[in-house]
């Protein structure tokens, strides 16, 4: 008879530990088991097994307990390898989670036991049509050179034909066909390495020939971090080693996957959260069995059950979405860096604005800083700040003011193509009581509605709550109405057509994207040509490098700068660079126009000269006024509730038993999300050891394990 030790799945924390079960057959530490717990069928993962002589009995009363069976083994291979199991450990102890829950984040969603495994990544082709069209010049050139080929790349070849390649599928002269990569990309087809210039080889020798672990590029946008990532995994390939790439969102960054798998088509796997379970545990095997050897992925990847990797590689690496908020809340780097410890293989990290956090420890030397400040192909963008307040006091537009649309209708009439970025989504964002200025909030949510002109409806953007504008205010009760203020994409897009009516506007935001690949398919249109203007919310932001684009506009810049969270600034900051780095990125100088409403703060001032390092040591020094990270670590702690009565008692339970060399703040309400109360405790403080000693004894002692929806976040990004 074998005894085993499982984890088991249930939500509530203080079953944070094994449970043991009997059984006959095979089984081996990291598989999946199916148990009885407290009367219900339940999945476990087994953590050790051991063989025993004992009759069942025996056992029994050895342990003092009744054993029950492990009902069946739904693996037939561990999916937890020994080093994923280890990590799930240091997880739980780094966030303070179950360890149940952090066995279950790495896994790809629900595993079918048994699938089939295919190579899931298709590439786009194109050939000719025996049709008979007729061709300009141009096209009649891009038609041949396809002839030739037999056929080709859709990508390169829509990248070196940029409209033309449009036109011709068009006409029926070209056809579009989707093929599996592995079966057509021979070897020797890929695309050549470039020659690396003397700043990018610098970084490359440096990454080579030094034994730290961590390494933070700090390079401008444009000045070929890529290119050096994809340098150092051919290297890390040819040493017969497994490469990862992090990307913060796989649809906002086509460019970056486009330029890998050209790189690397035969061994490439790409793993995300739009990929359905069957394929991501395609992914999860392929990547298992050695067979992908470049991996390029979102937060989630980094938990893949890599054999021997050789590089990891973390770009944006500022990026909001590395960090989970669900528990277990962890930071993808953190796991990066443990990882890499544990493969002996270098981390690099890369942005253009890196978290004030990164900097902060390469300017230590705890990360090893690279500098790359010289842009390979373009000079930076010229920018400009408009005081909008200034605009409006002279009648412009406090949507596109005199000096925006002056420059749109210069570029239009360039037949170049602009990006015009909006911090807000629906027509007008908030609508408030004629009579007494109240904004109309969300019944459910502290928060304000949205007023979304065209089905003239309310939403609320937390809880996706929809209404219909009340006929008297509920505040004050006055049937005045309601008059809406500030303005969405949507008012945007209305002006625009106003102002240019010949100019072809596609709008990406919340409400165009809300449909799978709808992202790609916008950032295709107007990569192809097929628009001037592309205007949306922030996510347009990131990554995107189309050579044609000579203006940015960026309205509301100042937006988030008023938020009262103490990252605010950084992350308009972030936003404002990154936007700016848009502009001009190939033979054509770039324009950013930057419309404020405090032109003279630092982060609008920063963005504006694309200064980093006054920006690092301004807001460093706010940071260390206020006591906040990276001078100190934060754990917010956040109950909820039915009521707010009984949440802000479980915080106060926690508040009373929290003491110790760091500050115990709140008990803070806060916002309401989804009908729950919420209250916040958090633990500011130096000694991050001690903040997890004292809350992980809290969680384990008979007051905490009787807390039941707690969210513990470590480190949290955003305090709101
Ligand atoms: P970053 O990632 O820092 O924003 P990229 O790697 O995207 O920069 O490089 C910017 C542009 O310069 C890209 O179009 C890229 O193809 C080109 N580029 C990069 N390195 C080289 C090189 N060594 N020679 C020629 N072109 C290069
Ligand atoms: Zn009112
Ligand atoms: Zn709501």
New binding site residues.
Partial sequence: MKLTECWIEHPVRHIDRTFTYYYDGDITPGVRVSVNFAHRNVIGFVESVTETQETLEEAEKRLGISLKPVLSVLDDAPLITPELHDLAMWMRENTLSTAISCFQCMLPGKIKPGGKITQAVLERRVRILDNEVSLTPKQLSCYREIAELGEASYTEMRKKYPSVLAKLIEKGAVEVFSVEKEAVMPAGHEEDE????PQ?QKAVDEVRNSDDPVFLIK??????????YLNLARRALEEGRQVLILVPEIALTP?MIE?VSKRFSNALAIYHSGLNPQEKYEQYKLVYSNKARVIVGTRSAVFLPFRNLGLIVM?EEHDTSYKQENQPAYHCRDVAIWRGKYHHCPVVL?S?TPSLESYARAVRKVYHLIL?DE???MTLPEISVVDIRKAMQEGQSYILSDELAGELKNCLDRRQQAILLLNRRGYHSVIRCRSCQTALKCPHCDIAMSWHRDERLLKCHTCGTVMRVPKACPECGSTAGFTAFGFGTQKLETELQEKFPAAKVLRMDADTTGRKNAHEKILKAFGNGEADILLGTQMIAKGL?YPNVTLVGIINGDEGIARTDFRSCELSFDLLMQAS?RSG??EYPGKVILQVFDPGHYAVQCAAQQDYDTFFVQEMRYRHAGMYPPYTYLIALTVSSDTQDKADKDAYVIRQALNGSYKTIGVLTLLKINDRCRSRVLLKGQDLEEMRRDVRAFLDSPEGSRIKDLRIDVNPLVLD
Wanted: glycine share 18%; charged share 30%.
């Fill in positions: 470039k020659t690396l210039t990018q390079g401008v946008t444009g000045s070929g971090k890529t290119e050096v460019q330029r770009d890369g253009a790359m842009r390979i192909n490098d780095g990125r190939s």
